[in-house]
C-alpha cells in the first residue's frame, strides 16, 4: 500500500489488496498520521482492492468520521464491480464519492 | 490449517471441501481464499464466488472473535458443500453463541460496526444457526446459477445420488411427522388446560411427554417464588423418586446450574466430560449423564427452568430434541403465568366481594330511627372509610323511658369485624334489665365475648350509656373507648368525661368504673369513635382531642338543634382534612338537652 500527501494535505492511497478485519487496524495505524489539519481529500485507489468485509467497510466509516471533522471528503476511485456492489448494498454510494 | 476434499458425501450433496482453520483472525484470510477458490474452480461465476467469500469470512470473523480463551483453543470449522442446485456452507465455532434476530438491520450508516450479520443474510438465501452446549453451527445456502451443471460420471452413479435423494426425502417425512405430532400434542395440551385439577398435574403430564420425545429420563422444573427471590421446586420426574430439591435463592448458588441458566438467560449443557459441580443442588437428581437446562421467560421476566438429562450414556440431545424442550416449556410458561393472573384476578374479585358483604353488615347495624326521648334529641352519623372497619353505634329503648347508648369499634376490617359489630350488639340487646347500670352491662358483656374475642385474637372498644330523661342524667362505661364530649351552658369549653377500663376480649373478669353525669337544659353531648380524633388532613397532621373539643364546643354553642350541631362538627372535620383520603370510618351520636 502506498500513500501520498499532496502539497494541499490531500492524501492518495494506492496498492491496496483488501480491507478486512484481518488488516484495518495495520490501515488505521498507517493512515492516521497523514490525516493532517490540511487535509480536505482522500483518494482510495480501488481498482486493485479485491476484498472489502464489514470490518472494512466500518475502517470507511471510521476515516470518513476522521475527514468530517474538517469539512474532508472521501474518493473512491476505481471500484471494483464486487466492491461497487457491496458499497451499495450497504448505502454507502451515498456516504462517499465515487469516481469510475 | 487442515484441508479435505471428498466426494459422494451422501445426500443431496456429492462433493464438499472442509478446512480447519486456527481461531485467529490472521488466519480467516488463508481459509476464504481456499474456498474462493475450490469454488472457482466449480465454475461457479465471479460474483457468486466472491458473495460466498465475504459471506464466509464474515461468519470466521465472528467466530473468532466472540470467542472466549477456551473458545479459542479450539479450530473454527468450515465446510463447504457443491449440491446440484445449491451450494451450502457449515461455519462451526465455538463462542457462547447468541439469539440471531428475526430480522437484521442495517445500523446508522457512521456506525463502524454492526453489518455482519446483514451481510451474510443478504448473501444467502437461507440460513440456519443451530446453537449446541460447546459449539455452534451457522448453515448458509445458496442456489447455484443455472448451467452451472457437473458431469455425471456414469448411469450408476445417477442412480446412487437418485437413492441418496429418495433417503433424505424419508428423513424430512420422518422428521415432518415428528413436527406434526408435536404440534398435535401442544394443540391438545391447549384444549385440556381447564381439565387438569391444578397447574402441577398439567406440567407434569407435558413434561413426561416431553421427556419421552426427547428420550430423557429425568426432569426438573422450578418455578420462580411469588417474591422473586427464589427457584422453588415444582417437580421431579420420575416420580418415584424421593423429592431431594430444596428451593435456591437466586441471588446465591454460583454452583447451581440453573441459577447460572437463569442469570445467563441462556440454555446450559452438561455431561460426563463437563459434570454438574459437586455442590450443585441438581445433582442429587441427577448425579451425572447429559443434560441441558432451559431457563424460560415471558415478557422479559423469568418464570422458572426446566432441565432434561439422561442420566445413563454419554449421547447428548440433538438439535430438534432441543428445539422441542423450547417449544414445550414455552408453551408452558405462558399457561403458568396466565394462571397466576387468574388466581390473582379471582383473589381480588373475592376481596371485593368480601368487603361488599361487611358494608352490607355493618349497616344493617345501625338504627334505622331514632327512637324519641324527651326533653333530650340526638343526632348520628356513620362515615365509611374506603375499607370497611368495625365502627358501629346502636340506640335502644328501655322499657322506663330511658334510652341506651352504644358505640363500639371491633378491632380489624372487613367481615369479621363485622361479625363481631354484630354479636355485641345482640349481646347487648339480649340484656335490658341491666341498660341502666352500664358498668354491670359492659363487664358482663366482656364475660360472654372474651371466649369468642380470644380465640380469634380479636378485641372490641365500646362505650355504653344510659340516658335517663327523667332524672336528665347519663350513666356511662367505657371498655378502652374514647371519653365522651359534654358542653354545659356557662362554660367556655367542652370537657372529656368517660374513665376507660380494658376493652372487651382482654382480661375476662375485669370490671368497669361507671360514670353519671348531669345534663342541665343545653347541655350537648357527643359520643364519638376515634376516626374523629385521628383525622389526618394532606400533610399528615393528626387532629387530636383537643381539636375535637373545640370543634365540638363551636357546634354546641353556635347551633341550638343536633342536626346542624352534627352538620357543623362534619364540615370543620371535612376542612381540617381538606381533601385528604378518610383512613377510618367516623361514627358519633350528638345528643342535646332541648328543654
Partial sequence: ?100 | MKFEAASAVGGEYRTSLRLEMACELAAVRAATLAVRNWLARKGLPEMEVGGWELAVAEASNNAVKYADARGRQQPVTIEVLWGEREVEARITDHTAGFDWPDKVELPDVDAESGRGLFLIQSLTDKLVYLRHANQNVLILSRARPLGVVETLADISQLQSQLADTEAALADMTAELSSSYESLVALFRYSSELGAHASLRDFSQRLLKDLMQITEADRAVLRLVSPDGKKLEPLLLLPDDQQFPLKPILLAGAPASVEISAARKQQDIWFSPEEPLAENDPLRRAIPTGNGICHPFFVANQLVGTATLARSGGDKPFAAAQVNLLHSFIDFLAIQIVNARLLDERTSAQVTRRELEIAANIQHSLLPTKIPACPPFEMSAAYQSALQVGGDFYDIIPAGDGSLLLVIADVMGKGVPAALFAAVLRSTLRSMPQLFNQPAELMATANRILFPDLTRVDMFVTALVACLDPHRRKLLSANAGHCPFLVWQPGRAQAVAYGESGFPLGIEPLTRYLQTEIDLPPGAAVLLYTDGLSETRNATGELLGEEKLIQIFTQAATQTSDTASGKQLLLTRLNDFRNQAPMTDDQTLVFIRHTA
Fill in chain 1, 1 to 100: 500500500m502506498n500513500l501520498v500527501t499532496d502539497s494541499d494535505g490531500s492524501l492518495r492511497i494506492t496498492g491496496l489488496d483488501r480491507l478486512s478485519a484481518g488488516n484495518c487496524a495495520e490501515f488505521k495505524e498507517l493512515v492516521k498520521p497523514r490525516l493532517t489539519r490540511e487535509c480536505r481529500l482522500v483518494e482510495l485507489d480501488c481498482s486493485a482492492v479485491r476484498f472489502i468485509d464489514s470490518d472494512g467497510m466500518g475502517t470507511l466509516v471510521w476515516l470518513h468520521k476522521q475527514l468530517a471533522w474538517q469539512d474532508g471528503i472521501i474518493r473512491l476511485s476505481q471500484p471494483t464491480p464486487m466492491v461497487r456492489q457491496l458499497l451499495r448494498l450497504l448505502h454507502f454510494d451515498e456516504l462517499f464519492e465515487l469516481t469510475p
